[in-house]
């Protein structure tokens, strides 16, 4: 580089000056734009001699204080002195329009600034190109106005170019999408059956169709589809043109508007899920309730075999139920509805109600099928029957128990009259209060347990010290009582709301099985009953623990049985203790668990929610 | 002749009614009492595998409750079957129950080592139907 300018100033001589100067068009004006020099083709341009333009104003350049932006521009840069380059328009003398590729130059001589405007006339191109953009503006205007949409697309329906904008997406974002993109999935069929006609028979195809619009408007449409050739006589495109006939289809607002509703209807249900399936089986229609129930969208599903939404497992008793159903509805009798197990898109199986009715359309016939689904009601069944078991078994568990006692009295009371010496028959009549005071317990525990459904029952805050005090006071009769020490530890520092009776029923029956089965007392043993309540996080923690006999490892599974009663004969009970507290926590939603070490004790821990 | 009474009910109450009923019918007895379907099976176990033993103290009555914690009666009856030998052949066995409902009694009748189902209490009157099985006439 620096070798070439440095050989450069021998070889700009005058000459080659010269020839720049009269191949191109150059003026030099001074800072206020008056002409200091022209050439004589620029002159020559402007239709005028250097004589009457030295000392005049550039009428190209304007004045500094022309308000046009360019101008503006202008003068900013080259009064910074820096080069400005831009497109300029003006007339010659006899009143020519002309547009200059100007380049002004600021250079500096003996302390004074001047400018050198270098010229080229695009008078020629700049016409051209604003004629050419008319054109272009004049054809657009034209495509959009018209009230067709037309497409050009392959074979596949890829679209590669449009007239207009189709419900507001740009041209160019249209191209590169399909056809099949923004018509409803309904129409698919006939679109596609036509574009391959065209492919195939290479002759334009003109054939009409309904879709339904946003608002669910039924929409007819006259359709030209004609191939495109190349050079060699190949189908390469097609252009595709969709015309609005809705309005000469001779269909009244009326009618229009009450399609429009029931199709509105319809596509919103989302309580049943319906589906309409043509003859074939194949699923024409589909709603809401059907896209939330099996997870398919329209786009998915239309055109699949209905059996795709019945379970696989159960898809051969399935379609036999169909089948009868179609035969019945073929003979004119209403069809059963029936139970079938459906299949979601992702795998999961549920229970329908599904009826099928038979519809038809223009003479074809459809199937239109309605089904509910029954998940719920039938977890619902399934949790009633269990229910129902549960209250066979108290009533037949509480009939039987309940007759215990009075049978054992009865018979006591049978020897009693036969007893003459009066020492043995003061023995039977301690039995006699002792079998009475079982069934009295018994009646007792039974009438707690039937509370627990009993829901007129208020909820109020509980005070777990009153409640933990009032318990423990009532089992002071218990003969183990005295030896037992008490640990008792209540942390709840915002109020607890519940039913105090179920509560109070809860720590009754744990501290009194800890009392029940506490050990002796030994010089190295201390029968401990632990009482822990703590509230955090909503959730109320109730542990009672003591160490006493524990439950053996077998029987830890059954402990909560109705009517399970222990192992261990020296004890008494009713068997529905345990039961009962496994009742009331179940109803308020918690959970309950026990850990036992036979000979070490047992600790009873449960989790409440706090009500909402 | 002396009969053996084995007794099977988890309320201690009955098991003394049972024994004074049985006492009371004043003929040669001797009964065993047990709180648990449990434990008598061990003692049943216990005199069979003691062959040497004279069979003196094979029971020939059971008087068998229904309803106890851990063993049931049924249970029991399963686990009798087990170590029926020649010996525990001829043991007659009772169920008591203080129920009457339907399904108990017709379940008691389905067991083939069970012979008879008493509802509780146990009477003079019921005791001396099992007597009469024995063609034992009570010296009353």
Known sequence: ?612 | MKLNFMLIDDNNIDLFINQKIIENSKILSNIRAFTSANSAVKYLKGLEENTGINNINIPDVIFLDINMPEMSGFKFIREFNKLKTEKMKSIKIYMLSSSTYFKDVQKVKQEETCIGYIVKPLTKETIHNVLSEFNITQTA
């Open chain 1, 1 to 612: 580089m620096e070798a070439i300018k440095y050989n450069l100033p021998s070889r700009l001589n005058e000459s080659v000056l010269d020839v720049i100067v009269e191949n191109s068009m150059v003026s030099i004006v001074d800072s206020f734009g008056r002409i200091e020099y022209v050439n004589e083709s620029f002159c020559s341009l402007l239709e005028s001699n250097a004589s009457e333009l030295l000392g005049e104003t550039l009428e190209l350049l304007k004045s500094p204080r022309h308000i046009e932006l360019v101008y503006k521009n202008l003068w900013k840069s080259i009064k910074s002195r820096q080069k400005w380059n831009g497109i300029l328009s003006t007339k010659t003398s006899s009143g020519k329009s002309i547009t200059l590729d100007t380049i002004i130059v600021p250079i500096k001589t003996d302390n004074y600034w001047s400018y050198v405007i270098k010229y080229k006339d695009i008078t020629l191109h700049y016409n051209e190109n604003v004629k050419l953009l008319e054109r272009d503006n004049k054809s657009q205007t034209f495509l959009e106005n018209m009230p067709l949409h037309i497409f050009s697309i392959t074979k596949y329906g890829k679209i590669l170019d449009a007239n207009k904008k189709i419900c507001n997406i740009e041209i160019v974002d249209v191209i590169g999408t399909y056809v099949y993109d923004h018509i409803n999935p309904s129409c698919y069929e006939v679109l596609k059956n036509n574009i391959d006609i065209v492919f195939k028979d290479k002759i334009p195809k003109q054939f009409e169709f309904f879709d339904f619009d946003e608002n669910e408007r039924k929409t007819f449409y006259s359709s030209i589809i004609s191939p495109v050739f190349n050079n060699l006589g190949v189908v390469v495109t097609a252009t595709i043109c969709f015309h609005e006939i809705t309005d000469y289809k001779g269909l009244s607002e009326d009618l229009q508007y009450k399609e429009a509703k029931y199709r509105s209807i319809y596509k919103s249900l989302n309580v049943g899920i319906n589906v309409v399936a043509d003859d074939k089986g194949k699923i024409r229609e589909w709603n809401k309730g059907a896209k939330l129930a099996f997870g398919y969208s329209e786009t998915e599903i239309l055109g699949r075999p209905i059996t795709v939404l019945t379970s696989k497992k159960y898809r051969e008793p399935n379609i036999k139920e169909l089948i009868i159903a179609i035969r019945k509805i073929k003979e004119n009798q209403d069809a059963d509805i029936i139970e079938i197990q459906c299949l979601r898109k992702n795998g999961e199986e549920f229970p329908v109600e599904f009826t099928l009715n038979r519809l038809r359309v223009n003479g074809e016939t459809m199937y239109c099928a309605l089904m509910i689904d029954i998940t719920k009601r039938k977890s619902l069944e399934i949790k009633l029957n269990q229910k129902r078991k549960d209250l066979e078994q108290f009533l037949y568990r509480s009939a039987h128990d309940l007759r215990a006692p009075f049978s054992s009295a009865q018979g006591l009371v049978n020897l009693l009259k036969e007893e003459n010496n009066k020492e043995q028959a003061e023995v039977i009549i301690e039995m006699l209060s002792t079998t009475i005071n079982t069934g009295k317990a018994l009646s007792n525990n039974l009438s707690e347990a039937s509370m627990i459904s009993a829901k007129n029952y208020e909820d109020t805050y509980i005070n777990f010290h009153k409640t933990t005090n009032d318990v423990i006071e009532n089992l002071s009769d218990h003969e183990n009582f005295k030896f037992i020490d008490f640990k008792i530890d209540i942390d709840v520092q915002q109020p607890f709301k519940s039913k105090p009776e179920l509560i109070n029923s809860i720590f009754q029956n744990l501290i009194e099985n800890a009392v029940k089965y506490s050990k002796e007392p030994s010089e190295n043993h201390t029968p401990i009953i632990d009482i822990a309540v703590k509230y955090r996080n909503e959730e109320l923690m109730i542990v009672i623990s003591d160490n006493g006999i524990g439950i053996k490892k077998q029987c830890i599974k059954n402990i909560f049985d109705l009517y399970y009663k222990s192992c261990d004969k020296d004890v008494s009970g009713s068997g529905l203790g345990l039961y009962i507290v496994k009742s009331i926590v179940e109803s308020f939603d918690g959970n309950i668990k026990v850990n036992s070490d036979f000979n070490n004790g047992a600790c009873f821990k449960i989790h409440l929610p706090q009500l909402k």
